[in-house]
T-cell receptor
Framework: AQSVTQPDIHITVSEGASLELRCNYS??????LFWYVQSPGQGLQLLLK??????LVQGIKGFEAEFKRSQSSFNLRKPSVHWSDAAEYFC???????????FGGGTRLMVKP | DAGITQSPRHKVTETGTPVTLRCHQT?????MYWYRQDPGHGLRLIHY???????DKGEVSDGYSVSRSKTEDFLLTLESATSSQTSVYFC???????????FGSGTRLTVV
């Protein structure tokens, strides 16, 4: 069975500081990996996705993520956080067409001025 | 989100009553999903559909049923609502050409 673990429930960073959100997955084949962001009261928006190829993927809003097969990880990074990045972030793993995604429990990011 | 709408956005209902949530898409996507979101649990799959009249159960399907009579509509029914079904419900769509979901804005359901 596939699963996703986001070890950090809450993270607080200062505005302008760098950010890394951790994601570890379990999947029996080559995974499709995703990061979503959810602002309060909103649905989830896709930040980036990895299917194959270059293990460093770029997304929207200046985010990037790196797929490390040996560590079963897909960590999300941003070099300089903005106050508007405060939100909840979800990592997800899925497979082929049909693509049912399994989500992690989420990491809530707070940004200090 | 553009192309996918959920209704109602908010609902309060009494224990034991049936409730139906609607998801409507204009993207002609094959796959549709219902998730519930609860603190600490992320999103958990309730039911999904891979075509008209083709549905299957997800991780937390007990107490829920679904129907898809048209490509664009996917209905989630709580047959007899319980307080444990108080949650935020999200619909999502996907297709083979665009892996990854597009989500609706969610329905906040409170069962009292």
């Amino acid at each position: 069975a596939q699963s996703v673990t986001q070890p950090d429930i809450h993270i607080t960073v200062s505005e302008g500081a760098s950010l890394e959100l951790r994601c570890n997955y379990s999947y029996g084949a080559t995974p499709y990996l995703f990061w979503y962001v959810q602002s309060p009261g909103q649905g989830l928006q896709l930040l980036l996705k990895y299917f194959s190829g270059d293990t460093l993927v770029q997304g929207i809003k200046g985010f990037e993520a790196e797929f490390k097969r040996s560590q079963s990880s897909f960590n999300l990074r941003k070099p300089s956080v903005h106050w508007s990045d405060a939100a909840e972030y979800f990592c997800a793993v899925g497979g082929n067409a049909g693509n049912m995604l399994t989500f992690g429990g989420g990491t809530r990011l707070m940004v200090k001025p | 989100d553009a192309g996918i709408t959920q209704s109602p956005r908010h609902k309060v209902t009494e224990t034991g009553t049936p409730v139906t949530l609607r998801c409507h898409q204009t993207e002609n996507h094959r796959y549709m999903y219902w998730y519930r979101q609860d603190p600490g649990h992320g999103l958990r799959l309730i039911h999904y559909s891979y075509g008209v009249k083709d549905t299957d159960k997800g991780e937390v399907s007990d107490g829920y049923s679904v129907s898809r009579s048209k490509t664009e509509d996917f209905l989630l029914t709580l047959e007899s609502a319980t307080s444990s079904q108080t949650s935020v419900y999200f619909c999502a769509i996907s297709n083979e050409l665009n892996y990854g979901y597009t989500f609706g804005s969610g329905t906040r359901l409170t069962v009292v």
